[in-house]
């Protein structure tokens, strides 16, 4: 945050908040232990969309570099413009063309971002989704992302989508 120009107390301030954070599970009438949180913010904290916000803004800023380049190209989803990304919450999404020179310019700029933000990619929960393609492209199965099978179906903050977008 320092890097982006946040001023100390405000980080301070949000580290206060963030770090040594703790919770309970109250079930039944009953309170469970304290369990320390390590990792992310506590469920329906009012920081959390604006923590995801800050942290993922490198990573948007790298791909709008990308695409100004003309190294990367979103999808033409519907008028003029070009989409590139949609952050949601804490869910992102990232349509680009297929092609394995924009797929790479893609996994560059993740390593890069991960290595600036101390950030990682969780592959487990990662999914590319072939859309309006007639077959998955060779180089497409050499990635560790899960590709999305011919027919399947995947939902993305509850929307359908897939190979055939006239059938999601």
């Known amino acids: ?3 982006m120009g946040f001023a100390e107390d405000f980080i ?6 963030v770090e040594d954070s703790s919770s309970k599970i109250h079930a039944n009438g009953l309170f469970s232990e304290e369990i320390k949180i390590e990792r992310g ?19 948007m800023t790298l791909l709008k570099n990308k695409e100004a ?34 797929f790479n310019e893609l996994k560059d ?5 991960e290595i600036i933000s101390g950030a990682k990619l969780d592959i487990s929960k990662s999914t590319i989704i072939p859309v309006a393609l007639e077959s998955t492209p060779s ?4 990635t560790i992302c899960y590709v999305a099978r011919e027919g399947e179906i995947i939902r993305y903050l509850g929307v ?8 999601a």
């Open 160 to 167: 359908p989508i897939g190979w055939n977008v006239t059938e």
């Open 12 to 17: 301070t301030l949000t580290k206060g908040i």
């Open 69 to 102: 380049e003309q190294k990367i190209q979103g999808l033409q989803l519907q008028g003029p413009k070009h989409t590139l990304h949609n952050l949601f919450a804490d869910d992102s999404g990232i349509m680009l063309q297929a092609t394995e020179d924009i």
């Open 139 to 142: 180089w497409l199965h050499r």
């Open 41 to 59: 913010v506590k469920q329906g904290c009012p920081l959390a969309p604006l923590l995801f916000a800050i942290s993922t803004q490198p990573l």
């Open 1 to 3: 945050m320092a890097a």
């Open 109 to 113: 700029s993740i390593a890069t971002y």
